[in-house]
């Protein structure tokens, strides 16, 4: 099929019309407000940035608790708080320290530029029954205290 002088002006326009709605996207998404938490302050429990993040970039947060595996759990850096300064051996989530098996590291998982401190938990160590809603995660960072809570679906037997 040859093209034609009126195809090469249409396939202009939809590429146009495509990139302004793109450009008008950005400007209503970079001029909604986010979300902060405060470090050393109980957060509220969604599945919104809260200061932690079960199962990084998920939700629901589900959890089965007859799991013989880890459940993974972010500690998320922003402008006012830097998650490589906590101290891995104070951490606990859900009374259960940081696993053996999964351990602890840096990562940036939500993309933001930013490393965040992501630790597994033995799920069945976690201190949480069917009826949870949500759980706790507790630390410190530079000898301050962190606490942080996040929605959990429990799933199941």
Sequence with gaps: MTKTPSMKIRKRKTAGAVLLAFIMLLAVVIAMPISRTVPNVLATHSCTWNGIDIHPNSCPNSINLNSKGTTPVAILSNGDFD???????????????????????????????????????????????????????????????????????????
Excluded: M
């Design 83 to 157: 998650a490589t300064t906590v101290d891995p051996s104070t951490v606990e989530f859900a009374g259960a320290p940081i696993s053996s098996r999964g351990g602890w590291a840096w990562e940036d998982v939500n993309n933001d530029g930013l490393l965040d401190f992501v630790c597994h938990f033995d799920t069945q160590d976690l201190n949480l029954d069917s009826n949870s809603t949500e759980a706790t995660l507790t630390c410190t960072y530079d000898g301050k205290g962190f606490t942080g809570e996040d929605s959990v679906n429990i799933v199941g037997p």
